[in-house]
């Protein structure tokens, strides 16, 4: 008795099926790899987040801009023996230095592969309206950074307070109470000196004037009075 073997259409259907399993638990690989990855990230942020307020607590000011060039190095030691680097670029992670010069804030910042994370829009840095706000500053070293941590006197995306700050940095966890930020707050001319709002014409000469944080007008009106702590406040 002759034995049939298979069609060419049957081969077909058969290689077509292992195909599409082969793309399947490729994909799920991918997607588990970048889920991976963006752990770590945040895992990594968190660690720096340590660090630097311990830092903070010795130094009463944050590390210095660059620091986190290092990355793969010792720098931070013994705070964190190796500064971490992004898990895929090997690029160093966006530090945003206090903008004072004053080293009393920071950012540091990541970008996410799965741009569907729901803690970016938890913190107001998804697409809308520039991820955290930082993607000239962070250019170098990538785009889309929608994931981040900031010092505990500043929020991770600016385009929601710009520089603003609520409260002042301490070595202890108690920061100290302030209003709640306005929704259109964004850095503008206007800066509290003493126990009002002034108008200094523009932002940079605000900062000229040692005003940590400027606002537009109503916040500014809103956030300036007797009870503005004075690291919130223009040195004139």
């Excluded at 010795?58 to 590390?63: C, F, G, T």
């Excluded at 030691?77 to 920071?106: A, M, V």
Aim: hydrophobic share 30%; aromatic share 10%; charged share 20%.
């Amino acid at each position: 008795m002759q034995r049939k073997g298979f069609t060419l259409i049957e081969l077909l259907i058969v290689i077509s099926i292992i195909a599409i399993l082969g793309l399947m638990v490729l994909f799920g690989l991918i997607n588990y790899l970048a889920k991976s990855r963006d752990s770590k990230r945040k895992t990594d942020l968190n660690r720096l987040k340590t660090a630097f307020e311990e830092y903070y607590v010795d130094s009463n000011v944050y590390p210095v801009v660059g620091v986190l060039d290092d990355c793969g190095g010792d720098t931070l030691k013994p705070y964190l023996n190796t500064i971490p680097c992004d898990p895929k670029t090997k690029k160093p992670y966006c530090y945003i230095y206090d903008t004072t010069g004053k080293g009393q804030n920071y950012h540091i910042l990541a970008s996410l592969e799965n741009l569907n994370d729901p803690i970016s829009a938890t913190l107001n840095c998804d697409v809308n309206p520039d991820y955290c706000g930082y993607e000239i500053e962070c250019s170098t070293l990538g785009s889309k950074f929608d994931y981040g941590i900031a010092s505990s006197n500043v929020i991770v995306n600016r385009e929601i307070i710009g520089s603003g700050s609520l409260g002042t940095p301490t070595p202890s966890p108690t920061s100290s109470t302030s209003p709640s930020p306005l929704p259109s707050s964004v850095p503008g001319q206007f800066a509290c000196y003493r126990d009002s709002c002034q108008n200094y014409g523009s932002l940079a000469l605000a900062i000229a004037a040692g005003c940590p944080i400027t606002w537009n007008v109503d916040t500014c009106d809103f956030y300036c009075n007797a009870g503005t702590p004075s690291s919130m406040k223009c040195d004139r």
